[in-house]
């Protein structure tokens, strides 16, 4: 019997530069993570637009996963700091719109990162079949 969280919808906001890579590495190492888990690949994590996370969860993913640069960052040093931010303030966004702040999580995925991105997806996805 296949599981729920199998049904679900995750979109990943990855940095071209530093997580994309990580997530290419999984494919290519024939990780498995649930089908559900669509990519947008963008410069830096700080540049995402709350609006974006909000109308993605309104149009029916059941959740966002921000795959962060962390200190790695090409664009600056304030990229955890600002994207740490941006989750935080687009979380009480959510709830004032009645999504739970917890369909949106964020970690930093470095370039060779493949097995702990795998295991965020996983993990992200088991959590959102229980809210």
């Known amino acids: 019997m296949e599981s729920s969280s199998a049904k679900l919808k995750v979109l990943v906001f990855s940095t071209d530069k530093i997580s994309d890579p990580a997530i290419d590495l999984a494919g290519l190492l024939k990780k498995h993570y649930p089908a559900g888990v669509y990519t947008i690949s963008v410069p830096c994590s700080s540049a995402i637009k709350p609006r974006w996370i909000i ?6 993913f059941d959740g966002v996963f921000i795959a962060a640069d962390g200190t790695d960052c090409p664009y600056g040093e304030l990229c955890v700091p600002n994207t740490a931010n941006l989750v935080a303030a687009t979380q009480i966004k959510m ?3 009645g999504i739970a702040p917890q369909r949106l999580k964020m970690a ?3 370039s060779i990162c493949a097995e702990p991105f795998v ?3 996983n993990s992200f996805l088991h959590d959102l079949d229980t809210i």
């Open 119 to 121: 295991r965020y997806m």
């Open 55 to 60: 109308h993605a969860l309104q149009r029916g």
């Open 108 to 110: 930093a995925i470095c």
């Open 95 to 97: 709830e004032k719109l």
